[in-house]
């Protein structure tokens, strides 16, 4: 066990590891972050700061070596160098599972290896789509292999013409290509694994995207129970046999036939989640302390029914190009069921996450209602 006290280093400085740091703050950890660009949002909270290259190792270890364990807020990290981190301090979860869930093509070859439930899918490693998109057929979705979150780095294929547009645009990209999946809803499972063994699954969210960016989560998700615990032993099996330590999320599709279906996997604390900060017995974020430093694991329950909802740079006042005004924080501040949580970050910009809101009632159904009602409000219109 690593006692409250020590120092946890992160690689990463967006919210989700300043978040993290406000939550091991709590349970009394000091905070070393590792982040190229300094001004970001977790350095603003943190006890100490190191800004330099994933790149540089020297820097690196020099870093880790102030740590007494050291973790990460996001999977765009070179996997390689972090060889030299895991020299100086214990990295959870450790290189090979940031290795496999950083790359698409890696990824949904793992859970094909170990028959886990996926979307078809077909590989196109050398830049030419056409075969395996024959292979799959249409409709299907062409994803890069590398960087891809939010709707980034893909696009969906109905038709030949659409089949051409993508050859050109993905020409040389390294990617995979899923067969379009029928889904009633997308569903998402957090998963906290600690280093003395234990583990615990978060209540299942359901998750609404709005032009590829989520825009609520749910929880609890409105699915029957026997789904709901059959998503949470999927990804408990998942986390398991990855070896994580730390936190895990898994996205899932249930299609319309009720079938399970594992879309992505992310080993850090993931944007579904957090609901918990304001609705659940324990967030994720201090679950994922408890986890990376080998503390008793903390309660999983809703405490209320909750929706998430993300407030993206379009909510703010635009005009040619540029902001003018912001939105009406007041509207959310002046609802005793609602929580504000703003990242810090520098400027607005259309889809950017800059912050969320979440709101509490006595039913999901309830609690929904008012945050749409929130959300159609937060943009001023004057």
Not at 127 to 134: E, F, H, L, Q
Not at 208 to 228: G, K, W, Y
Request: proline fraction near 6%; aromatic fraction near 8%; hydrophobic fraction near 45%.
């Amino acid at each position: 066990m690593i006692p409250p006290g020590k120092t946890i280093g992160v690689l990463g400085g967006g919210q989700l590891g300043r978040m993290f740091a406000q939550a091991a703050h709590t349970l009394g950890y000091r905070v070393h972050i590792f982040e190229p660009q300094a001004g970001g949002p977790a350095g603003a909270v943190a006890d100490f700061e190191t800004n330099a290259s994933y790149e540089d190792t020297a820097a690196l270890e020099k870093f880790a070596a102030g740590c007494d364990v050291v973790t990460y807020e996001f999977e765009n990290i070179p996997s390689e160098p972090l060889a030299a981190v895991a020299r100086r301090a214990p990295l959870h979860p450790n290189a090979e599972v940031l290795h496999v869930c950083q790359n698409r093509q890696r990824e949904k070859a793992w859970l094909k290896a170990n028959k886990f439930p996926h979307v078809a899918y077909a590989e196109a490693l050398d830049g030419d789509i056409a075969p395996a998109v024959a292979e799959v057929g249409l409709p299907c979705v062409v994803k890069t292999a590398d960087f891809g979150y939010d709707g980034k780095g893909q696009m969906k294929l109905e038709t030949e013409a659409d089949l051409a547009q993508a050859a050109a645009i993905f020409r040389g990209r390294r990617c995979v290509i899923e067969r379009w999946c029928t889904f009633s809803c997308e569903l998402s499972a957090i998963v906290a694994r600690s280093s003395a063994g234990e583990a615990k699954a978060f209540p299942i969210a359901e998750n609404i995207h709005t032009h590829h960016i989520l825009d609520f989560s749910l929880v609890p998700a409105r699915i029957p129970a026997e789904v709901t615990a059959a998503a949470q032993r999927l990804a408990e099996d998942i986390a398991a046999r990855l070896g994580v330590i730390g936190l895990l999320a898994v996205e899932f599709f249930l299609t319309t036939k009720g079938e399970i279906l594992v879309n992505e996997l992310a080993p850090r604390p993931h944007n579904s989640g957090h609901w918990s900060i304001d609705g659940g017995e324990t967030s994720q974020f201090e679950q994922h302390v408890r986890a990376v430093c080998g503390l008793p694991l903390g309660g999983v329950a809703v405490r209320e029914p909750t929706v998430m909802v993300n407030i993206l740079g379009d909510a703010w006042q635009w005009k040619d190009g540029k902001v003018i005004g912001a939105p009406a924080w007041e509207v959310i501040l002046a609802e005793p069921r609602a929580k504000l949580h703003l990242y810090g970050k520098a400027e607005p910009r259309p889809g950017r996450k800059m912050g969320h809101f979440t709101v509490r009632d006595t039913s999901i159904e309830a609690a929904f209602g008012r945050a749409k009602a929130l959300q159609a409000r937060l943009a001023r219109t004057t």
